[in-house]
Structures are given as C-alpha cells and as structure tokens.
C-alpha cells in the first residue's frame, strides 16, 4: 500500500485513568512546582496523554519503511476543561494528514482527550519520520556526557531555568511514556543525523507551560536539538502576541505561541 494511504487511520480509544501517582511521576520528572493540593492535573499533562496513543501510531507496521528516526516537528493543545483527578479518560488519535519528500514523511496526528461529557483536550502533532535517509544532518557526533553532568546558564530575562541530565530523559520518559530511543540510544541518534541523544521536545513544553500558566491554547515549534546536561531559560514575552522560547541566549530550541485564558 501507498504511505498516503494511511491518511485517516485511527488508533484508540485507549482507556486512560488519570491517577493521582501517575501525574505526581510526571511533576517530578518535570520540575513543576504544581500545588500538591490540587485536584487537577497540570495542563503540560496532555503531553503525556499523548504517548498514551502515540506509540500504537509509530508501531503501525505500514509505517515501519520510515521508523529509522522520529522527530516531534511541531504540537498544538487546545484545552476545554481540566484534568481532574480519578477521571476516566479515553485517548484516540488519528492520522490527520501525511506527505513525503525526499525519504522522509511528514505525519500530521490529530488527538483527542476525552471523558463521558465531551473533549477536555484536543492537540495536533507533526512527526518527522525518516526512511533508510537520515531525516537531520549537519550535527557532529558529540561525546554523551555523565548521566548527571549539567552546565550552568545566565540567560537574560528567563523566567524560570531549567536543564535536564542523562537521568533525567530516562525519568521523564518513564512518567511520560515517551520512549524515542532519540532520547536515551546514543546510535540511533547519531544515525539520524542528531549529534547524540537530546531532550524530549514535551519535556521543555512543560518548562514552558510553567512560565506561562494556564492557557486556552498553546502551539509549539521545536526548532533545534536541545543536547542533555545544557542549562537554558525560558522567556517569556508578550509584545503584540503573547509568546515564549526556550533559549540558552544564543539559540532558541522550542519557541511557543499561546492564547490566555
């Protein structure tokens, strides 16, 4: 069958419950400050129901011809309602569009988070999936560094700095579900064209939503490799169209657009 043919397939609904643990795993995995008293989930928590479904789209044997390497390009979230605690939830996704150039596919995957009233959570992702062709070049191979080893930053205007080690993809990936060997497998890094492992895109999403709060949308673009055991600051800005960056003063590595609430 052609790759295109795939276009409006979809995966789930996966029944997810939102327990208390699971979301505790994930504020630490995070370093979110999220009030222990509260009875919803922090919003940066659709990322992680995300990979509830995610994996079963990158399993897809028809998709096996262009699982060399996967890179999240972009994600949008818009949220109707809170995560409440000991909500049943179902997750379904769905291959929204999907066009290849060159070896490489470019996936669009619609999500939907919902509960017996409606939607609470709907999101578009853009997957980067490339064939026997690397789907990143131009990054020289680097020397992974210690799997607690992290650098400091002075990044002018941050809000918040975050970083994150070796150990800590490894933890987020756990709470997360996200297990892109991009992340943790120094070859399979490498052969995609990437410098080395480098840190999950909805990892530094989260350290964006810290800044930012609550929102009504948010739409993230996550425009170079971010390598682990680098500190940088998240800025926020707010001049004609509120929007923030994930920056080490030098390079901007995620920047987001949102939409207050």
């Known amino acids: 069958m052609a790759l295109a043919d795939i276009t409006g397939r979809q995966y789930g609904p996966i029944p997810y419950r939102l327990d208390p643990e699971k979301v505790a795993d994930f504020i630490e995995a995070t370093g979110d400050d ?3 008293g509260s009875v919803d989930a922090p919003q940066a928590f659709a990322g992680a129901l995300l990979f509830a479904v995610a994996p079963a789209l990158l399993a897809d044997p028809d998709l ?3 699982n060399h390497g996967v890179i999240h390009g972009d994600q949008s979230f818009r949220w109707h309602r809170p ?10 996704g769905e291959v929204s569009k999907l066009r290849e150039r060159g070896g490489v596919a470019f996936l669009g995957f619609a999500l939907d988070v919902s509960d017996g009233n409606g939607t ?10 490339s064939g026997a062709a690397s789907a990143a070049s131009g990054h020289g191979e680097r ?3 210690g799997p607690d080893d992290i650098t400091g930053a002075d990044v002018a205007g941050a809000a918040l700095i975050r970083s994150a080690s070796r150990r800590d993809l490894v933890k987020y990936a756990g709470a997360s579900r996200d297990f892109n060997p991009l992340h943790w497998d120094h070859d399979t890094a490498v052969a995609a064209g990437l410098p080395g492992v480098v840190v999950h895109g909805l990892l530094q999403t989260s350290w964006i939503m810290q800044a930012i709060g609550d929102v009504v949308s948010a739409r993230f673009r996550y425009r170079a490799p971010l390598l682990p055991g680098v500190s940088v600051g998240v800025v926020v800005d ?3 169209r509120p929007r923030a960056r994930v920056t080490d003063g ?3 590595y995620v920047t987001a657009t949102f939409e207050h609430v």
């Open 238 to 240: 707010d001049h004609e």
């Open 64 to 66: 096996a011809s262009h």
């Open 143 to 145: 020397s992974e560094p």
């Open 83 to 92: 995560f409440r605690y000991g909500t049943e939830l179902a997750v379904q």
């Open 34 to 36: 999220h009030s222990p």
């Open 250 to 252: 030098r390079i901007d």
């Open 120 to 129: 609470l959570c709907e999101g578009e992702s853009t997957f980067v999936l």
